[in-house]
């Protein structure tokens, strides 16, 4: 800190004293935590986090908390029988999560240290999760804080503290470690769980809540399937056709950078050159119990376009600018009880048949395929992977998700048609067809050949 920073500081500390605080749980814990001065209290954002934790139904082990402030969420899990290594930049926080872990007797199961991301010489350790309740108010906001309560609220001013997270992350080290992060997800851009998911983590929303003008998620992200493997191979006819080799449990799919006989709906040509991405996923049979197999095919289709930043035109369809970019293909069989998904994306536009379609360097850059793979297993596995101990999202929340993505072309104002007649599009149903009024008559669309999408 500055010398002004540091006045400011001593000013705050010495005119203020400790409060002690009741905090409850929904669960009935009940602590008494003395917070000193500059120190962050338990708020709603601290009983959202926790509530996001207590859904992920794993065995007690180990655990980090970064920014632990009076020490809640640390005791709340330590009396849970987890280890839990605990971390703060404010050396008043680190005093009072180390006495108010004492108080409560869970002492010989918590580590405070003091430390954080940006600090010199900082390390993460590896753990089951690590949780972060990140800073969330942007760094211009009204300046009433002392220097270290400041320095615990406002997010990081280049990058953002959950980016700077993300690049720690990374390290192979942490690949079966869940990361539980409480995000500002409307009003703070450098929050976004796409940052996470551009760079291969799966994620799923486990609270939710408004809090003042922020929307304000715990959300978790994981690598899918547990950071197992892909199947690879440079050249293949079709990874539908491989994708029947897959073993029948577990998150499985296999990637090809050549696909010479690809498929795509009614047994149609997938036209592929080498270096697109081509992949397909063996998903059990058990998720038609759940998922209508047309909204499971639109839901896909949503995650993927948001994640890539593409339009989404139904029901599989991936499109940039107008042109095709890209399609999805589900199959079904009970013969190999597994669902499987296809998922084919051009790297550079071109043409096909008198067609031109898009490639993603147009919208994404010069990724390389196994770049792009990452995202699209990401995206899918958010919604399916059922490897990690997190509760899989309800068909009726990507519902809404589909038609969100689903309404971004139609509002601007596209053609749409059934047969001859003019349409209007208005909402999707829970099987994943259309729901559409022309003038005169109210139709369900279920079958795309008789249903004209124009840009």
């Keep these: ?75 709340v899990k330590a009396l849970e ?19 108010n872990s004492e108080a409560a007797g869970v002492n010989d199961r918590v580590t405070v240290e003091e430390g954080g991301i940006g600090e010199g010489n900082w390390n993460l350790p590896v753990a089951d999760i690590v949780t972060w309740n990140l800073p969330y108010l942007a ?37 079966r470690t869940i990361f539980v992060l409480l995000m500002n997800t409307d009003s703070n851009p450098k929050n976004s769980p796409l940052t996470w998911l551009r760079n291969g983590w799966s994620h799923r929303t486990l609270a939710i809540d408004r809090v003042g003008d922020d929307t304000l998620e715990v959300i978790a992200f994981w690598r899918p399937g547990y950071d197992t493997k892909p199947v690879v191979e440079e050249k293949t006819h079709s990874t539908m056709d491989d994708a029947r080799k897959l073993p029948k449990i577990g998150w499985q799919r296999t990637l090809s950078f050549e696909q010479t006989n690809g498929r795509g709906r009614r047994e149609s040509v997938w036209h592929s050159n080498q270096g697109d991405m081509t992949a397909s996923w063996s998903i059990e049979f ?14 896909i289709g949503a995650s993927i376009s948001e994640a890539l930043g593409v339009e989404l035109k139904w029901p599989n369809d ?42 993603w360097t147009d919208y994404f850059g010069e990724n390389d395929t196994l770049e792009m793979f990452k995202i699209i297993d990401a995206s899918i596995a958010s ?19 589909s038609w969100e993505k689903l309404s971004e072309s139609i509002s601007r104002g596209v053609t749409t048609k059934l047969g001859q007649e003019n349409v209007n599009v208005v909402g999707l149903s829970g099987t994943g067809s259309l729901k559409a009024y022309s003038r005169t008559n109210q139709y369900d669309i279920t079958d795309v050949d008789n249903f004209s999408f124009t840009f």
């Design 1 to 75: 800190m500055g010398r002004s920073e540091i006045s400011r500081e001593v000013e705050y500390t010495s005119s203020t004293q400790s409060k002690v605080c009741d905090f409850r749980t929904k669960e009935g814990v009940s602590l008494k935590l003395t917070i000193p001065p500059t120190v962050y209290p338990p708020r709603r954002d601290t009983e959202l986090l926790l509530e996001g934790l207590n859904r992920i139904q794993i065995e007690p082990g180990e655990l980090v908390e970064i920014g632990c402030g009076s020490g809640a969420i640390t005791i």
């Design 81 to 99: 029988d987890w280890k839990v290594t605990a971390f703060d930049v404010n050396p008043l926080a680190v005093a009072a999560s180390r006495g």
């Design 139 to 175: 760094p211009d906001f009204e300046n009433t804080l002392g220097p270290m309560e400041e320095a615990g609220l406002s997010d990081e001013e280049e990058k953002g503290w959950s980016e700077k997270l993300l690049h720690i992350a990374n390290d192979e080290r942490h690949n």
């Design 286 to 299: 058990s998720e038609l119990n759940r998922w209508p197999p047309g909204l499971l095919q639109v839901s």
């Design 318 to 359: 991936l499109f940039f600018q107008g042109k095709k970019c890209g399609g999805i293909l589900i199959e079904s069989s009970n013969y190999d009880g597994v669902i499987r998904i296809g998922v084919g994306l051009n790297k550079r536009r071109g043409k096909f048949q008198d067609i031109t379609y898009s490639g």
């Design 383 to 401: 919604i399916l992977d059922s490897t990690p101990p997190i509760e899989c999202p309800e068909p009726e929340f990507w519902k809404q998700k």
